[in-house]
């Protein structure tokens, strides 16, 4: 099985900066893809970013410019650079593994997610 733990969120005010991180650990042979989504209150989760095992990101439009997505393969680890903070970034943030476990099967997983608060 493959977990995952996001750590990094907090209070912030509008303006500033966080960055947060997804370790990964079990039985993990590759990971294909790396990604970041948020849930507000009242609506849909929303993919933010996204990392291939190639290093090819996307971004969603709401946070082009202003977020940032890396990955230290070694390490397993997936981070999530965020500037510029609004209060509209206010939401669990959840990060998501997809890749080969060591028996070369495919793993879909996802971490208990870290809560975000930009406000004044």
């Known amino acids: 099985q493959v977990q995952l733990v996001e750590s990094g969120g907090g209070l912030v005010q509008p303006g500033g900066s966080l960055t947060l991180s997804c370790v990964a650990s079990g039985s993990i042979f590759s990971i294909d893809v790396m990604g970041w989504y948020r849930q507000a209150p009242g609506k849909q989760r929303e993919l933010v970013a996204t990392?291939?095992?190639?290093?090819?990101?996307h971004y969603a439009d709401s946070v082009k410019g202003r977020f940032s997505v890396s990955r230290d393969i070694v390490k397993k680890t997936g981070y999530l650079q965020m500037n510029s903070l609004k209060p509209e970034d206010t939401a669990v943030y959840l990060c998501n593994f997809k890749g080969q476990n060591r028996l070369r099967s495919g793993y879909d997983s996802w971490g208990q997610g870290t809560q975000v608060t930009v406000s004044s």
């Open positions: 990392i291939t095992s190639g290093g090819s990101t």
